[in-house]
């Protein structure tokens, strides 16, 4: 495939494992921006060129379509993280073949991914824009700096040209399992606030707040749970958002994300955090509260799903009482039985995304070619799955795999609940690892599916387009 403009044609040629940027252009200096070796050919130029920022930054100045784009004024999107930087041409040609209902946000990684894999947010968005000329992809892509929890995360971000930044306050909320009292919540940082106590009871106690299925009595106690809860957390997305809005060269959009705490957001904490959050000046297009229990990485939803449309019917009525912002579901892949409710329970106002599924993809096909490698990467995954587990909410047992791989079909391993998610979340260390001659994994894992780059596409493209047929489809009615 080929992105086009009048006087310019780009590529990406693979030789083996080996990628190389190709360009063909009519103007004399129209390859004067990227670097490679030129030459001349009939009444025009050519170029090959490494896959290089400088070539990747060239590229977003001569094709439009490969800068990063708002998503707010799309109602459904979704997000595809790439771990390997190879997956994009498949989730791209995915999004295409659901036609333009849903937003596709192809540059997409949590800060903890980029950390985990030594990635830097220039080579998460190089990756992106190669891989969109490999697709032929002109129609448009968000890019998603994925759970900062720091202002340098967001420079980040910013330095590498993402336009959507999810702040993520989540290390600032309170255990309040014990109960709260009123001189806890007289310990917040109220001048940070901007507020007192004694106004913010003002504000709630006593209200009654409307969620569309039901009336919630908004009591004392619930209010000295909320400001214990999540005030300081407020502060912190302040202080996050600030940072972000005063850095930023470009506009950009802002999601605020709780969902990985421990904790359940209720409704009236929904309500409070964004009525702070409104309060002090922040706007956003994009929420993720902390929802029922049943969201684990790789698996369907294990939860309770009249109880999960419920929940989500409430966050999107209290989000409509706030001028209307996406309810944003993460760790959102592979749970195709809940897909058609979360779109008709938020009215298509959603935003999903997926991280470590696309990932997956690039194992079978690892499987499929180098067995030997899929095993250390097994050995290694399930080795620290137990000492991973603890950052995500995961309940595979690794005592119901196998630790010898003789005789096992490796494909139907993959594809089973407990092995995906000893995959899904040992994927940091197994990349980061070594096999038994001191080789790198990773660097053998992207050769391989370099390698077979056609068929990963193939993989990825179809796995993705699961996803994405249900948001394409819209809410039912509509
Ligand atoms: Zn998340």
Request: charged fraction near 20%.
């Given at each position: 495939?080929?992105?086009?403009?009048?006087?310019?044609?780009?590529?990406?040629?693979?030789?083996?494992?080996t990628?190389?940027?190709q360009?063909?252009t009519?103007?004399?200096?129209?390859?004067?921006a990227f670097?490679?070796?030129?030459?001349?050919?009939?009444?025009?130029?050519?170029?090959?060129?490494p896959?290089s920022?400088?070539n990747a930054?060239a590229?977003?100045?001569?094709?439009?379509?490969?800068?990063?784009?708002?998503?707010?004024?799309?109602?459904?999107?979704?997000g595809?993280?790439?771990?390997?930087?190879?997956?994009?041409?498949?989730?791209?040609?995915a999004?295409?073949?659901q036609?333009?209902?849903?937003?596709?946000?192809?540059?997409?990684?949590?800060?903890?991914?980029?950390d985990?894999?030594?990635?830097t947010a220039?080579?998460?968005?190089d990756?992106t824009?190669f891989?969109?000329?490999?697709?032929?992809?002109?129609?448009?892509?968000?890019a998603?700096?994925?759970?900062?929890?720091?202002?340098?995360?967001?420079?980040?971000?910013?330095?590498?040209?993402?336009?959507?930044?999810?702040?993520?306050?989540?290390?600032?909320?309170?255990d309040?399992?014990?109960?709260?009292?009123?001189?806890?919540a007289?310990?917040?940082?109220?001048?940070?606030l901007?507020?007192?106590?004694?106004?913010?009871?003002?504000?709630?106690v006593?209200?009654t707040?409307?969620v569309?299925?039901s009336?919630?009595?908004?009591?004392?106690?619930?209010?000295?749970?909320?400001?214990?809860?999540?005030g300081?957390?407020?502060?912190?997305?302040?202080?996050?958002?600030?940072?972000?809005?005063?850095?930023?060269?470009?506009?950009?959009?802002?999601?605020f994300?709780?969902?990985?705490?421990?904790?359940?957001?209720?409704?009236?904490?929904?309500?409070?955090?964004?009525?702070?959050?409104?309060?002090?000046?922040?706007?956003?297009?994009?929420?993720?509260?902390?929802?029922?229990?049943?969201?684990?990485?790789?698996?369907?939803?294990?939860?309770?799903?009249?109880?999960?449309?419920?929940?989500?019917?409430a966050?999107?009525?209290i989000?409509?009482?706030?001028?209307?912002?996406?309810?944003?579901?993460?760790?959102?892949?592979?749970?195709?039985s809940?897909?058609?409710?979360?779109?008709?329970a938020?009215?298509?106002?959603?935003?999903?995304?997926?991280?470590?599924?696309?990932?997956?993809c690039?194992?079978?096909?690892?499987?499929?070619?180098d067995?030997?490698?899929?095993?250390?990467?097994w050995d290694?995954s399930?080795?620290?799955?137990?000492k991973?587990?603890?950052?995500y909410?995961v309940?595979?047992?690794?005592?119901?795999?196998?630790?010898?791989?003789?005789?096992?079909?490796?494909?139907?391993?993959i594809?089973?609940?407990?092995?995906r998610?000893?995959l899904?979340?040992?994927?940091?260390?197994?990349?980061?690892?070594?096999d038994?001659s001191?080789?790198?994994?990773?660097?053998r894992?992207?050769?391989?599916?370099?390698a077979?780059?056609a068929?990963?596409?193939?993989v990825?493209?179809?796995?993705?387009?699961?996803?994405?047929?249900?948001?394409?489809?819209?809410?039912?009615?509509?």
């Amino acid at each position: 495939m080929t992105l086009r403009t009048d006087s310019l044609e780009a590529s990406i040629r693979y030789e083996g494992p080996t990628r190389s940027l190709q360009l063909t252009t009519t103007a004399a200096d129209g390859l004067a921006a990227f670097e490679g070796q030129a030459s001349a050919a009939g009444d025009g130029h050519v170029l090959t060129g490494p896959l290089s920022t400088a070539n990747a930054k060239a590229l977003q100045a001569a094709f439009p379509t490969l800068r990063p784009q708002l998503i707010g004024g799309h109602r459904t999107s979704v997000g595809t993280g790439d771990r390997t930087g190879l997956a994009t041409p498949g989730q791209a040609r995915a999004f295409g073949a659901q036609g333009s209902g849903v937003m596709p946000v192809l540059a997409q990684q949590s800060i903890r991914e980029m950390d985990r894999l030594g990635r830097t947010a220039q080579e998460v968005m190089d990756d992106t824009v190669f891989g969109l000329v490999e697709a032929g992809w002109d129609s448009g892509f968000g890019a998603d700096c994925d759970h900062i929890k720091t202002t340098e995360g967001i420079d980040r971000g910013l330095e590498a040209g993402f336009v959507m930044f999810t702040l993520d306050p989540g290390d600032m909320v309170a255990d309040v399992t014990g109960g709260v009292t009123e001189a806890d919540a007289e310990t917040l940082p109220w001048d940070q606030l901007e507020d007192t106590l004694e106004d913010a009871k003002k504000r709630y106690v006593g209200m009654t707040l409307d969620v569309g299925h039901s009336q919630v009595e908004v009591t004392e106690q619930d209010v000295l749970t909320a400001v214990v809860k999540y005030g300081r957390a407020v502060v912190e997305s302040m202080c996050l958002y600030r940072h972000a809005t005063e850095n930023a060269t470009q506009e950009i959009e802002i999601e605020f994300a709780v969902d990985e705490t421990k904790w359940l957001t209720t409704f009236f904490e929904h309500y409070y955090l964004a009525s702070e959050l409104t309060r002090l000046g922040a706007s956003w297009f994009s929420f993720a509260p902390r929802y029922v229990d049943g969201f684990e990485k790789g698996l369907d939803f294990l939860g309770d799903t009249e109880e999960l449309r419920l929940n989500l019917e409430a966050h999107h009525a209290i989000s409509e009482q706030f001028g209307g912002y996406k309810i944003s579901l993460h760790s959102g892949s592979d749970k195709f039985s809940i897909y058609p409710l979360c779109v008709e329970a938020t009215q298509g106002l959603v935003h999903l995304k997926t991280s470590g599924t696309s990932y997956l993809c690039g194992v079978e096909v690892v499987a499929a070619h180098d067995p030997e490698l899929f095993a250390s990467i097994w050995d290694i995954s399930r080795a620290s799955y137990v000492k991973a587990r603890a950052s995500y909410q995961v309940s595979a047992h690794e005592d119901r795999t196998p630790t010898s791989l003789a005789g096992v079909d490796l494909v139907d391993l993959i594809r089973s609940a407990d092995a995906r998610q000893i995959l899904h979340v040992g994927y940091g260390d197994s990349l980061g690892g070594t096999d038994a001659s001191g080789a790198s994994i990773h660097d053998r894992f992207l050769a391989v599916v370099a390698a077979h780059q056609a068929e990963h596409t193939d993989v990825v493209a179809a796995h993705i387009g699961q996803h994405l047929a249900p948001f394409a489809a819209g809410p039912a009615g509509h």
